[in-house]
């Protein structure tokens, strides 16, 4: 995956963790999870213990360096997406995977709750055929879950890779971690992972 880093000159460092938000250290491992606003899902994913790093950026659509305003028209294709780099020595892709699922109703499509339009909808992008192959494990997994509690909608979540990512504006960067009282629309099915 291609990360823009033409965008990151004016970005402060991680509000939390004060290191740069385009930096990953050697052995390190990044991906990229869209579940709706991702505000809240960024704040998910900096409480887990064994993540260096997050930040929110746009990913999978086709416009070059889209802007908030831009992605949110519904033109660009891109979703809100959370970039997380985590040590796989204290936190496994699968620990950061069962989060993801149980965390969010990835069978909405193009909507998390309220929030409706293609910017919100269930996305995994990989940078491995093995992350990969683990997401796509995990996500047959939490489908059986959901269908044993009686839930027969079927995942909608995107996995693949992506050719690139481009960060978020400023404001947008750990924006629960500066704005306490902020909107989250993070919610999930009610099902615990198996």
């Not at 889209?66 to 809100?80: A, F, L, N, Q, R």
Request: with cysteine.
């Amino acid at each position: 995956m291609t990360i823009n880093k033409s965008n990151t000159m004016n970005l402060s460092p991680h509000f939390i963790f004060n290191v740069n938000l385009d930096e990953q250290p050697k052995g390190y491992n990044v991906i990229y999870f869209g579940m709706g606003c991702f505000w809240g899902a960024e704040r998910l994913f900096w409480q887990l213990p064994g993540v260096y790093s997050t930040a929110v950026g746009y990913s999978g659509g086709i416009t070059t360096n889209p802007t908030y305003k831009d992605v949110c028209s519904g033109h660009t294709e891109h979703t809100e997406v959370v970039k997380v780099v985590f040590d796989p020595s204290v936190i496994s892709l699968e620990t950061l995977l069962h989060s993801f699922w149980q965390k969010h109703d990835p069978t909405q499509g193009m909507r998390q709750g309220n929030d409706i339009g293609t910017q919100y909808r269930s996305v995994i992008y990989t940078h491995s055929s093995d992350q990969k192959s683990i997401a796509e494990k995990t996500k047959q997994q939490y489908q059986a879950a959901l269908q044993a509690q009686n839930i027969t909608r079927l995942i909608t979540t995107e996995i693949k890779s992506t050719s690139a990512f481009y960060f978020a504006e400023e404001e947008h960067q750990q924006y629960l971690a500066k704005n306490p009282n902020g909107y989250c629309g993070l919610g999930g099915t009610g099902v615990c992972f198996i």
